[in-house]
């Protein structure tokens, strides 16, 4: 994939399972892949994601693990099985218990992609400095951006405003996917540093997030495919 071949994945960040199968009833045929959240996964679990996925959807699990080394192996074996093709870990748990999650996922499920978590879209500056973090987010996402690279990562999380930077000093071949994207005229909500599809795409993001700008619009298919169209006018 090249780095502006760039595709939309839906955050079904919905209350409950009901609205969360209506929307997605309704956006069958405008996207392919679904994120899939701590809150909807808590509740409903992997039946939940297995129904997702038998509705045709490629499945984003983002459960940001971090423990220790053994339990995040342990946790990321138990998924076997499961119809997922990306799994979020938080990269601040370290160089050993990224490679361990790795090892458990080429021993269980070959085809699944480990996503490395930098620093959450929901920090600026003030925010890193009250949790001990002195760097500013742009230098911390690329210190652990380095680390989860040279431990194997082949994907990473990251806001839409480091991805310039991080296709500089990452392998080419390690995905970018990048939460923090509002349309063009949408409200930003508790994310700070966003971007629009385009700018996202052109900078070098391969899969962007997007969920209130799709879930709250009146016509949620015309929303994605809106989306869809921006991005396919950037892919090269």
Not at 58 to 63: G, P
Not at 99 to 122: C, F, I, P, Q, Y
Not at 138 to 147: C, D, I, P, R, Y
Not at 204 to 226: C, H, T, Y
Request: aromatic share 4%.
């Amino acid at each position: 994939m090249s780095k502006h071949d760039c595709k939309l994945m839906l955050a079904l960040d919905l209350p409950d399972r009901e609205s969360a199968l209506e929307m997605l009833n309704k956006l069958r045929g405008s996207l392919e892949w679904v994120k899939i959240g701590l809150q909807m996964y808590l509740k409903y679990g992997a039946s939940f994601v297995r129904e997702v996925a038998d509705m045709g959807f490629k499945i984003f699990l983002d459960l940001k693990l971090h423990d220790i080394p053994n339990t995040v192996a342990s946790a990321v074996k138990s998924l076997q099985g499961l119809p997922i093709s990306m799994l979020t870990i938080h990269t601040c748990g370290g160089r050993e218990m990224m490679m361990r999650a790795l090892e458990a996922a080429s021993e269980t499920n070959k085809d699944l992609r480990l996503l490395g978590v930098t620093v959450l879209t929901s920090f600026n500056d003030e925010g890193l400095a009250e949790t001990g973090v002195a760097l500013p987010p742009a230098k911390q996402v690329e210190l652990l951006a380095k680390l989860a690279t040279d431990s194997g990562m082949k994907g990473l999380v990251c806001s839409p405003l480091e991805i310039e930077t991080l296709r500089k000093i990452i392998p080419s071949d390690v995905i970018l996917v990048t939460p923090g994207i509002r349309p063009a005229g949408s409200d930003t909500n508790e994310q700070k540093r966003v971007m629009t599809p385009e700018m996202a795409a052109k900078a070098g993001s391969n899969f962007i997030v997007v969920g209130r700008p799709i879930l709250k619009a009146e016509n949620p298919a015309q929303a994605a495919k809106d989306i869809i169209a921006e991005l396919e006018n950037c892919n090269g």
